[in-house]
């Protein structure tokens, strides 16, 4: 009997560590700064072992009035974001350098509450501080202007100093008996520490150096157009947070391409064809590393290109009407619209929105009523992608050299192939000739080339005929009289 109790005791103890252990693994609010306004965040964190996707991950916010939780951070903006295991994850007001999400409309005050939520809409973490009617346990301290809510490894809440994306100053418990806003022998307020199990205790802040992580974070935008090269770039830093030049950057593009360098510049890249592709970037220190030391992660949701040259104005008002037919907002940038004299740049930064239209002003392309006949939109690397009249085009490449003032083109765009046009039907008829069957378009060239060749011809030999008919006539026919002077043949000899 003593031994299976002991087995038990074992095996309920196992069940235990296990569940205790799987509980604790995911995602969890980890540091949260309300003031200043502008160094406003939200940290999570990733206690698990393995990468945790976030899209459709979503955060909520209720006041200690409110009844109800509303949108604080929507799925729109956890979209292609994941957090490695033991990483961080910061979403802020404003760049913080290493921020995952930069949300402008951060709100957060006094006595709030937040939840994060996963795909299902289950709530995975909440956090409530100060006032708050709803902490999911205790509520943490209010924290001061410059300060943040921090959790600790012991899972306790303390206000400490800030560290978005790096690890969370900790703090001793002195005392588990009662929540105490002491005053010490400085005048200085002493930190408030929170435990998870709703006690709470007066205890002294420990320094702790801060250490970091080596961490790569890909700079791409989250959408991008099948065909149209869009710029990439990265961010690597060090333990000391120092940026990160040097190395081996691996770069896997999901299609198939992958690019390997020792240095970070940005770079383009083109995605060929519509799709979800996954971008990664692999960081070693050195090219003889088999194990990457920071890697990063992002979905890249590719479309098609539907914008198209809707309709054109007339010689009072020459405008341009561009059209996005598609589902996703389309970036304009560096793409060539291509009138018959002019040329016009759109600039950085320009989009079109998803199922709208953008009308542009001749005063600002430069456009008149001799360009309205053809139109072309080419991107940078030459492609066209629409023309107005519609027309099948090829895949022709473009360049263009010369100045520019402004986005205005001063020379010419170059064509390196020309637009297919459908053949030229030719009636053979007006040429006095039928022409029977179809033929190849090079033998039909050749006949018409033949039969104008028989009829200059023919042409040539009856205008020689008339001018020697002339000339013999001239030659052979005498006048009875010539000026100044009697012929030979009037003259008779008279014996």
């Known amino acids: 009997m003593t031994r299976l109790n002991k087995k038990h005791l074992i095996f309920i103890s196992l069940v235990f560590f296990i569940f205790t252990h799987k509980v604790d693994a995911g995602v969890i609010i ?53 957090i490695l295991p033991d990483s961080y994850f910061v979403i802020s007001k404003v760049n913080l350098g290493n921020s995952d999400i930069v949300y402008d409309s951060l709100t957060l005050t006094d006595s709030n509450s937040i939840q994060l939520k996963d795909s299902n809409g289950d709530v995975v973490d909440k956090l409530g501080w100060g006032s708050s009617n709803d902490c999911g346990g205790t509520c943490a301290p209010a924290p001061v202007d410059g300060k943040s809510i921090s959790k600790t490894s012991g899972g306790n809440f303390v206000v400490t100093t ?123 220190t050195s090219a003889l590393e088999e194990k990457p030391i920071a890697t990063d992660r992002l979905i890249m949701k590719v479309v098609a290109p539907g914008v198209i040259i809707s309709s054109v104005g007339d010689s009072l008002d020459p405008y341009i009407e561009i059209e996005n037919k598609g589902s996703y907002e389309v970036a304009l940038y560096k793409w060539i619209l291509k009138g018959n004299i002019h040329s016009f740049v759109l600039p950085e930064g320009m989009v079109i929105l998803p199922n709208k239209k953008l009308k542009l002003s001749p005063k600002i392309t430069g456009f008149d009523v001799n360009d309205l006949s053809y139109i072309e939109i080419v991107d940078s690397s030459g492609q066209i992608f629409a023309t107005y009249p519609k027309t099948s085009v090829s895949d022709s490449n ?51 080339n033949n039969k104008i060749l028989i009829y200059l011809g023919l042409a040539g030999i009856i205008l020689i005929g008339i001018i020697s008919t002339f000339l013999i006539r001239r030659k052979t026919d005498y006048p009875d009289y010539v000026e100044k002077g009697i012929s030979a043949k009037d003259m008779t000899i008279i014996e």
Request: no cysteine.
């Open 30 to 82: 980890n540091e949260v700064e309300i003031s200043p306004t502008e160094e406003r965040f939200v940290e999570l964190y990733n206690n698990g072992s393995s990468s945790v996707d976030l899209t459709d991950w979503y955060i909520q916010r209720k006041t200690a009035t409110g009844s109800s939780y509303s949108s604080l951070v929507s799925k729109t903006y956890f979209e292609g974001k994941s």
């Open 398 to 448: 473009y360049s263009y050299t010369g100045s520019e003032e402004g986005n205005v083109v001063k020379s010419s765009v170059v064509k390196n192939k020309e637009v297919k046009k459908e053949p030229e039907v030719i009636n053979l008829n007006d040429l006095g000739a039928s022409a029977a069957g179809a033929g190849s378009a090079a033998g039909a060239d050749n006949n018409l």
């Open 162 to 284: 800030r560290s978005p994306g790096s690890i969370n100053a900790e703090a001793e418990n002195t005392d588990t008996s009662s929540t105490t806003n002491s005053t010490n022998d400085n005048g200085g307020s002493s930190t408030q520490t929170f435990s998870s199990s709703g006690s709470s205790s007066v205890s002294s802040s420990k320094t702790i150096p801060e250490v970091y992580k080596f961490a790569t974070k890909i700079i791409a935008p989250k959408i991008v157009t099948a065909g149209i090269p869009f710029s990439f770039d990265q961010q690597t830093t060090g333990t000391k947070k120092e940026k990160i030049t040097l190395g081996k950057f691996t770069w896997n593009f999901g299609d198939g391409m992958q690019k390997q360098s020792t240095t970070s510049p940005s770079f383009e890249y083109t995605y060929n064809y519509p799709g979800d592709y996954v971008l990664s970037l692999s960081y070693f």
